[in-house]
């Protein structure tokens, strides 16, 4: 199985490779149009500010891409947030694959939300064998409301979208390379979908 992640220089991609190698699985990284089309999974990964972000996808063409491919993709963090239609990170234009603007959180909450939460609400065979209430862990200080692709919940001063699904589009807020067993189940779904 060929599984690329997509580089486009946001961090954090060694220890998502990490992960998926302990699962059995090799994850080229690449910003190649045709490597990434000819991919089994995709895997888009992302820590960063959403702007500068979606500037190196511009400079790339990624923009182009991402939004027509058509095997599994899972976009993680910042990369789940640029699969939306617009952040207000930036105020950037989003990729639009799911039909919901990200927000900042309030001042009410301490921003950003750091360390672990739970994941609730769950559907999809993207959280088979995980169980309601499963503790992952997240950084981020803008999430994505509730909406019709949400597939998972996490409360923060209220319910968000703690992951998102449409089509064969995924995403998750959360990292489940930083989740612990839970996190690598996750992944170990993702490939195996």
């Not at 220890?15 to 090799?26: P, V």
């Not at 996808?57 to 990624?62: D, F, R, T, V, Y």
């Not at 939306?84 to 930036?90: I, P, R, V, W, Y």
Request: net charge neutral; glycine share 8%; proline share 3%.
């Amino acid at each position: 199985m060929k599984i690329v992640l997509i580089d486009y220089g946001a961090g954090n991609i060694k220890s998502l490779q990490f992960a998926i190698e302990r699962l059995g699985y090799k994850a080229t990284l690449s910003n190649d149009k045709n490597e990434i089309e000819n991919a089994d999974k995709v895997i888009f990964p992302g820590v960063g500010h959403a702007d500068s972000a979606m500037k190196m996808l511009q400079e790339k063409s990624l923009d182009k891409v991402i939004p027509t491919l058509q095997q599994p993709v899972l976009g993680i963090c910042l990369g789940m947030q640029l699969l939306c239609t617009a952040s207000e990170e930036g105020n950037i234009k989003g990729l639009g694959v799911f039909n919901v603007a990200v927000k900042r959180f309030s001042n009410a909450v301490k921003v950003p939300q750091m360390g672990w939460n739970t994941i609730s609400n769950l559907k999809t065979d993207l959280f088979k064998d995980i169980l309601e209430n499963e503790f992952m862990y997240l950084v981020h200080s803008y999430y994505a409301p509730i909406c019709d692709a949400t597939i998972a919940t996490t409360d923060y001063g209220g319910d968000y979208s703690s992951a998102l699904q449409k089509g064969n589009f995924y995403g998750v807020q959360f990292h489940p390379e930083k989740s612990s067993t839970a996190g690598e189940k996750l992944l170990k779904n993702f490939l195996t979908i």
